[in-house]
């Protein structure tokens, strides 16, 4: 069996990195997708490692890929008065949820929470925050599957997983 995937750990390092570090964000919540998920626990990984001694579980959470879900994790928190300064969403549709939420909280985002999703899909840039997110480049991630599988099929090559380069795309909400 084949794989084509961005680095998982990689990309959420870089992201958790570039808010800690470039945007100076002290307290990062996690809303991850699914906990049985392989690109889940990766990202979970990149998150930890970019926090190092910063790490905190309880600023995880598990938004199932939903942005109602994360829309009501966000909305409770707020209402709860924990506090945080950045979000990094394992989906965009989380980061939209979650937008939302801050959004009816009045929480300024960008100014008083950053956020960054992953995935980049179209949506992304035409929310009323257009969101910072990692973009996984579609088309290539396509191509390369479809490569990967001829040289399966054909005994070409003996390679089984391929890693496409993943990049940030910076908008208004980081």
Not at 3 to 11: E, I, R
Not at 39 to 67: H, I, M, S, T
Not at 68 to 74: A, D, E, L, M, N
Not at 112 to 126: A, E, K, R, T
Request: aromatic share 10%; proline share 2%.
């Amino acid at each position: 069996v084949g794989s084509v995937s961005v680095d998982n750990y990689q990309a959420a390092y870089d992201a958790v990195y570039y808010l800690k570090n470039v945007k100076n964000r002290k307290n990062i919540l996690l809303l991850n997708g699914k906990v049985n998920s392989y690109a889940c626990q990766e990202r979970l990984r990149g998150y930890k490692d970019a926090l190092g001694d910063q790490f905190d579980e309880k600023n995880v959470f598990y938004g199932e890929y939903n942005d109602k879900v994360s829309y009501q994790i966000i909305k409770e928190l707020a209402a709860s008065g924990f506090t945080y300064d950045a979000i990094f969403a394992c989906s965009d549709m989380m980061a939209v949820g979650a937008i939302n939420a801050l959004l009816l909280h009045q929480i300024e985002i960008g100014k008083q929470v950053d956020v960054i999703g992953f995935d980049n899909i179209p949506l992304s840039s035409y929310i009323q925050v257009p969101l910072t997110t990692v973009n996984q480049d579609k088309v290539l991630l396509g191509e390369e599957a479809v490569t990967l599988l001829l040289d399966i099929i054909n005994g070409t090559s003996d390679k089984r997983k391929v890693t496409v380069p993943h990049k940030i795309v910076y908008r208004m909400s980081a």
